[in-house]
């Protein structure tokens, strides 16, 4: 099965289920119910996986919460932003997006300290340094390994954040440095 060339698909779900669809057709004999991958085009931007392109502000991440700044977006305090920034109320579950160890963990920190505030940095299982800024608080420590989902904290408002529109200014930077030390586009974890 292929698709055809120089199409333009509008969203992640259009590109991707006609692979589905003939997938399943083979597998089973039949004709496909494709109803249940519909939500798949609200999970995130789709051009936000392929390097180079990044999440729109206002896209929903799945429960976490809603991208307030994309990927190389700019912010009060960076031209560049090279994390992304995912708004939602203090103490909304903030879980590791991938396996790794724990190879750094900031605590003790509060709304208007300089930096990211508490945080931690899980190093994954390919080197890539994973940061997670401005949490409520740590339940992890250094050394300790994790799985994806392992609980890090809950989401806060800690070290330099700030609301543009009134509210707490709660939510996750979250970084990823690869091993070479270069920021990538962290969204490729998240999912």
Known sequence: MSLPENT???TYAS???PTIKGAEKMRSGRAVDTSRYSNLASR????SRSAGHTANEGDRVGPIGTVSVPYSGSTRYENVHPGIDIANKIGTPIRSFTPGTITSVTSGQK???RGYG???IITDN???KQRYSHLQGT???VGQPVQRGTYLGPMGNSGSTYSTSGGTGSHLDYRVRDMYNKYINPLRFIY
Request: glycine residues 10%; neutral net charge.
């Open 8 to 10: 333009q698909y509008k």
């Open 15 to 17: 590109a991707i289920m």
């Open 44 to 47: 995130v931007n789709p051009q």
């Open 111 to 113: 709304q208007g300290d």
């Open 118 to 120: 508490n945080s931690v």
């Open 126 to 128: 390919q080197g890539n």
């Open 139 to 141: 339940y992890v420590t």
